[in-house]
């Protein structure tokens, strides 16, 4: 499991806990980032306060890939943070590179059938 300062109250993510989240029947946000990374820093409380907002609702989870960078791999994750966006039968349907912010996470959220 990893584990980072940047996210201390959000899920850390390991290959099961992805499975699990994408099993949820919710829709789910995968971001993959660095601790260090400075978007991934400002991204982090952002996440914090996501996955609070939408417990029941839809799944939140942090990795980073410099912890884990074999999960990288097996992702494609090209650049950081890369953001994966997950329908409620978990199949990727969107993927965005750079910062993103709270409302076009809640947005592209609900588009995946996010209540």
Do not use: Y
């Not at 029947?25 to 996501?50: H, Q, Y």
């Amino acid at each position: 499991m990893v584990t980072t300062a940047a996210c201390a109250e959000l899920p850390t993510s390991n290959d099961a806990i992805i499975r699990a989240a994408l099993d949820s029947g919710k829709p789910s946000i995968v971001d993959f980032g660095a601790r260090s990374c400075i978007p991934c820093k400002e991204m982090a409380p952002i996440l914090e306060e996501l996955n609070r907002e939408l417990t029941g609702k839809a799944n939140v989870l942090f990795v980073d890939v410099w912890k884990d960078n074999s999960i990288g791999g097996r992702f494609r994750i090209q650049m950081i943070p890369t953001q994966i966006f997950f329908n409620v039968k978990g199949k990727e349907i969107k993927r965005h590179m750079g910062f993103m912010d709270k409302q076009d996470i809640l947005k592209e959220l609900k588009v995946l059938g996010m209540k």
